[in-house]
């Protein structure tokens, strides 16, 4: 099943505690967007990835793309402040398609076989998201005191990709911004209008890169492929 993806990638280096935008920091020499990149380009049921850039970005991310030579990108979109006017932006410029994947493009170590678990469950049911079960204890925490141990059996911690019909992920886009409703992923968007949302066991690697210390693991997680 083919599919179209897009990719916010118009976020800051605040966490990361960087001058600029974190996706161009480096991994073993090549920036940190592109290995998500070519984990698209490389496979055959892409049909096409849109990024959401900052403008001021747009031109240093079209050079990479060319350097590295990045054949599905088929255009871009200009961010917005909050990663969901990113996605929004990104969407509207993607479609109209059949399956649409939303990827952060801070999450280089994505698996292809997740990428189609996806896909096939979108296609089907509508909406599916990537996970992993949450491995800590987690409890609630106020001024300092727990108030509440969470019973840890149902948690999981949510990723991206996040793969859905296509119009359904644009009309519950559109929704929230009409309503002004902000979540912190797209299947928050899609929950609300009622759909139901499949998740898709995913892998630990998968870790977005957001402060300094998920570089180090990056750095690990690249040498341990090349072994
Ligand atoms: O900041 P965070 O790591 O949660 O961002 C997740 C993804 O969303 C990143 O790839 C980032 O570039 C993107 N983003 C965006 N527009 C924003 C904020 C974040 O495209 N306004």
Redesign the pocket.
Known sequence: MNYTVV??????GK?MKADR???LLELSGKPI?IYTLEVFDRDPNCEGMWL?VKDGERQLIEEYVERYEIKKVKGYAI?????Q???RAGLEMAGPCEVVLVH????PFISPSVITELVEQANQSGAAIAGVPVKDTIKKVQGGLITETVDRSSLWMIQTPQAFRYELLLQAAQLAQAEAFLGTDEAMLVERTGHPVQVVESTYENV???TPDDLIYGQAILASRLQ
């Open positions: 990719l916010p990638a118009a976020g800051s966490r935008n974190k996706l967007f959401a961010g917005g402040a909050e990663r006017d990113s996605v952060d493009a801070a999450r977005k890169m957001t």
